[in-house]
């Protein structure tokens, strides 16, 4: 599915989506930007019970001790 960005940023949930994940008037959706993609997650009543889970199998420890150790190399640099 293919929808387009208005130029004030909106843009519009199809409906089979909308009705597959039960988003209503009024939810909320979280946007996810991993660096190379982007995720939209409704958010349910329980936002963090939403996201469980949603880093498995990204080896996120790992890239934040790598961005920790870039981040440490430049405030070392002179």
Do not use: C, F
Not at 20 to 30: E, F, M, P, T
């Amino acid at each position: 599915m293919q929808t387009a960005v208005t130029k004030r940023g909106q843009t519009v949930i199809p409906a089979a989506i909308r009705k597959r994940y039960q988003i209503d008037n009024g939810a909320h959706l979280v946007w996810l930007d991993d660096g190379e993609t982007i995720r939209v997650v409704p958010v349910t009543d329980n936002p963090l019970q939403s996201l469980r889970g949603r880093g498995r199998g990204r080896k996120l420890t790992e890239r934040l001790l790598l961005e920790r150790r870039k981040d440490r190399d430049r405030e070392t640099r002179p």
